[in-house]
């Protein structure tokens, strides 16, 4: 097994975990957050961009390195998703929270919770995935 798979398979592995912590603890509790308040929050929230975009980054690099010297279909469905958790991300997910770093309403806090599902699917999807191919390898 080579550094990249075993690369690629922690950051999802650790993406998808943050995912569904995400989902089921994090947008959850904007709710319990004053709605004047909200947007100072969603402001210094924005910190974990640090965290999860080079990570995303070194995922995408190292799924299409993979997918390059293996063009199999677990690889192929592995990229398909991460095209989708991408284009999720930059099509609902940052205007959403640029939107709440300016006001905030329950409409966008639904959304942003809402919309989210496309990515912890599709992670916890690619998870599954990877996890088969390392089971493979063993």
Not at 11 to 21: A, Q
Not at 46 to 62: H, K
Not at 84 to 110: C, E, R, Y
Request: charged letters at 10%.
């Amino acid at each position: 097994m080579n550094y990249i798979f075993l690369t690629h398979i922690f950051i999802t592995f650790f993406m998808t975990g943050l995912c569904w912590f995400v989902q089921v603890v994090h947008y959850p509790l904007f709710k319990e957050i004053p709605l004047d308040k909200l947007p100072n929050y969603e402001r210094k929230n924005a910190v974990t961009a640090y965290i999860t975009v080079p990570l995303m980054i070194v995922e995408l690099m190292t799924g299409m390195v993979i997918l390059y010297f293996n063009p199999e279909w677990v690889y192929l469905i592995n990229v398909f998703l991460m095209g989708v958790i991408g284009l999720s991300t930059f099509m609902f997910q940052v205007p959403i929270h640029l939107k709440l770093m300016h006001w905030a309403s329950p409409d966008l806090i639904n959304k942003v919770t809402q919309t989210n599902w496309i990515r912890t699917v599709s992670w916890t999807i690619r998870s599954g995935v990877l996890f088969y191919v390392l089971m493979l390898k063993l």
